[in-house]
């Protein structure tokens, strides 16, 4: 999308020969004809897919981009409300800390998770004994219902009787921390966990990568005498430039979309995130399905889609110029 | 080709009858009309059917139909259901008053002062409510619904500790020196003497019960402190449970109670009738209980109370007016008060004969002090009606957790809460 299109392409034929662009083929009603029919027969089993996703998705895209500007209760008349409500969000204080702890959270997760799945992958890639089983058992957090997962995980790091901080007990910390509970430790607990859930998921798109690897790369890096790190390093990371690349986008977008996760493990029961838990999505949708103000919610989710964009754009450009 | 613009066509059309659709037909060409009730919790709340049976056999021509829709997200779904203009619901419950401000502000539901007063009816009966939910001279729901907090406490672990049952004219003080000289044992056998869910509203409330504040003016919340403190010290020495712990782990209040961990607990009326169906099914340990009136601040009349209220309102959009105006004035009228007390559950219209009806339910404690506990002098809402109540909520909820989990000390958060509710208002 973001490539510019090689100029002159269409001017050479499929034997690569030059075409003269003076020369107009007039095509014939028949041929034409032909043409709009296998274009109509196209767009009709497009269609249904096209309808369904202009209804739910594409009209209310645009229409959010629109609603970021106005001041709306999803009844009432909208009326104008230029950039007021951008100038309420960077005001408000729930809205940037949820902007401070998704970029926290994504900056946390991302590597840790890349650095994990790796690991895991290449270490579940060596002809071991049990590598299938200990492969399901890596895949398994991203499989588990996550509500289920999260009362797992909120009993496991229970700040009093929890069993980790029992053995944390055991081991001489007097103060364990209180985890999920405590402002300094939320953020970190809910990293962790994303970086559980996630790395066996991404450990089988690395393992695909490094299955793609041409095994004669290593025996020339053998026959050169290069040590195991250096294989590593000169061998299997280049090669899977274009798996981690992928990795990576999905992952910074998954991170900043972040919603669920957060919602189960630190929301509690009634659902509440704090000042030191909220993130992006939340507080979106509290702007709109809590305190209707459908305006300022879009003009959240436009803020988002402007960092996911960006991000997007950056990693487009660095994974070309290299 | 005409035939790919006949499948165009038809697909078109299939889709916008999707849409056409959402206001469906509702008086039936055999002369009965029917009602539709968007209601949450319908296969666990036993007395939506009882009011429908009651009201169907008075109204022979009228059929009432439920749509849940579920507990938790009730009103979001409802309004996004209400915003498109095209509803199907003619009645509507309105779960509470943040929501019930959201659903007005919107201009979703229909005046109801014009058909009260048209029927001559005297809001009095329900004790000052009505006045509380109106918003610019009227009032746009009718409650059907009022529970208010008492204190539970389980005999049995008084009558083992062999101290007195607390009493229907409690201080603080006398509460929080209770709590303390129930506390015992450790592990298995640990009594905590009192129990505060993670609602704010279980402690938080406390302080607005001398009717000096509000608590969505903002400003100033050091009024509040005592009870924070009162509660933080009663968790230092073990006599509550830890918040953190309770939050984290989800654990809801009525276990503590059933499996009598809990000599005491701050809870609504609500918790009567599920507090019985868990005795008689077996599920509770705790059949020998008692509720006296919530403690008091020195110098406030006893039976001065938090509650809060489920109403019913009519959308703006259905074409039945008329008849779900019956329904709701049957609801949320003495009839329908007769069949929710039936059913345990405390209805919004309060008198003597109500209260007996309660009270004479099996699984009620028979003592006399329980049943004056059913006398409220004064309720204040949980949530006062206002114009930002959802946006407040948020910060009141935030810094309750703050205080409680210890994250800040009580002054801290309170000064907190002040800077943040003054922020929303501004806004």
């Not at chain 1, 009093?160 to 607990?189: C, K, Q």
């Not at chain 1, 299997?236 to 981690?244: A, G, I, K, S």
């Not at chain 2, 008053?97 to 201009?107: C, D, F, Q």
Request: glycine letters at 8%; hydrophobic letters at 45%.
């Amino acid at each position: 999308m973001l490539r510019k299109k090689e100029v002159g392409a269409a001017s050479v034929t499929a034997n690569g020969l030059p075409i003269d662009p003076s020369i107009k083929i007039e095509k014939s009603r028949a041929a034409k004809k032909a043409e709009l029919n296998r274009n109509l027969v196209a767009y009709s089993f497009i269609a249904p897919n096209f309808i369904g996703f202009a209804v739910f998705t594409l009209i209310p895209i645009v229409f959010a981009f629109v609603l970021a500007f106005m001041n709306w209760n999803g009844n009432t008349d909208m009326t104008w409300a230029g950039l007021d409500n951008f100038k309420y969000i960077f005001t408000n204080e729930m809205f940037l800390a949820s902007l401070r702890n998704t970029v926290v959270y994504t900056v946390g997760t991302v590597p840790l998770t890349l650095v994990a799945s790796l690991f895991l992958a290449i270490v579940l890639n060596q002809k071991i004994r049990g590598r299938n089983f200990f492969r399901t058992v890596s895949f398994f957090p991203y499989v588990g219902s996550l509500v289920a997962i999260t009362a797992v995980w909120n009993m496991l790091f229970n700040p009093s009787m929890g069993p980790i901080n029992e053995i944390l007990r055991m081991l001489g910390v007097d103060n364990p921390p209180r985890w999920i509970a405590d402002n300094n430790w939320a953020m970190f607990t809910i990293i962790l966990f994303s970086v559980w859930k996630y790395m066996g998921y991404y450990m089988v798109i690395y393992l695909a990568g490094l299955q793609g690897i041409n095994s004669e790369l290593y025996e020339a890096a053998s026959i050169d005498g290069v040590n195991t790190w250096q294989k590593f390093w000169y061998v299997t990371l280049p090669q899977l430039r274009n798996t981690t690349f992928f990795i990576l986008i999905m992952l910074t977008i998954q991170c900043f979309k972040v919603y669920d996760i957060v919602y189960m493990l630190a929301g509690g029961g009634s659902g509440a995130l704090s000042e030191a838990t909220t993130v992006l999505v939340y507080e979106i949708y509290n702007s709109a399905f809590r305190y209707w103000r459908l305006g300022v919610a879009s003009a959240e989710a436009l803020v988002l889609f402007a960092i996911v964009l960006a991000i997007t754009i950056v990693q487009f450009r660095l994974e070309k110029d290299k | 080709m005409k035939k790919t613009i006949a499948v165009l066509l038809t697909a078109l059309m299939a889709v916008s009858f999707v849409f056409a659709n959402g206001s469906s037909e509702t008086a039936a060409s055999d002369g009965t009309t029917t009602l539709t009730w968007a209601v949450w919790d319908y296969a666990t709340t036993p007395y939506y059917d009882a009011l429908i049976e009651a009201y169907e056999a008075q109204n022979p021509g009228v059929n009432v139909e439920v749509i849940d829709l579920g507990s938790a997200d009730y009103q979001t779904a409802l309004q996004i259901q209400l915003s498109g203009g095209g509803s199907e619901f003619d009645v509507v419950a309105v779960k509470d008053i943040p929501g019930y401000n959201n659903l007005v502000k919107a201009g979703l539901l229909t005046d109801l002062k014009p058909y009260v007063e048209r029927d001559g009816i005297d809001t009095s009966k329900y004790g000052g409510i009505v006045e509380q939910v109106t918003v610019d001279g009227t009032y746009y729901e009718l409650p059907f619904r009022s529970d208010f907090w008492v204190l539970f406490y389980n005999k049995d672990l008084f009558d083992a500790a062999g101290v007195p049952y607390p009493d229907n004219d409690m201080t603080f003080e006398e509460y929080d020196a209770l709590a303390r000289q129930m506390t015992s044992g450790s592990g298995s056998s640990k009594v905590y003497g009192a129990h505060y869910h993670t609602w704010r509203s279980a402690i938080q409330l406390f302080g607005i019960l001398d009717g000096q504040h509000q608590i969505t003016d903002g400003g100033d919340y050091s009024y509040l402190a005592p009870y924070y403190e009162m509660a933080l010290s009663q968790q230092a020495d073990g006599v509550v449970q830890d918040y953190a712990t309770l939050k984290t782990s989800n654990i809801h209040y009525s276990g503590v109670f059933y499996n009598e961990s809990v000599a005491m607990m701050n809870m609504g009326s609500w918790f009567i009738a599920s507090l019985i169906a868990a005795n008689n099914s077996g599920q509770s340990d705790a059949d020998n209980w008692g509720i006296v009136k919530y403690p008091h601040a020195e110098g406030v009349e006893p039976g001065t109370t938090l509650g809060t209220i489920t109403a019913l309102a009519i959308p703006s959009s259905t074409n039945e007016k008329d008849a779900a105006w019956e329904f709701v004035k049957f609801v949320c009228g003495e009839q329908g008060a007769e069949v929710l007390a039936s059913t345990g559950n405390f209805p919004a219209v309060t008198n003597e004969e109500i209260n007996n009806i309660i009270a004479s339910m099996d699984g009620f404690p028979q003592d006399e002090a329980s049943k004056e506990a059913l006398n409220v002098a004064q309720l204040y809402l949980e949530m006062p009606l206002h114009d930002k109540s959802a946006e407040i909520e948020v910060v009141l909820n935030e810094y309750h957790d703050q205080i409680m989990t210890g994250n800040m000390s009580v002054d801290e958060g309170l000064a907190e809460m002040g800077r943040r509710v003054d922020q929303v208002l501004a806004n």
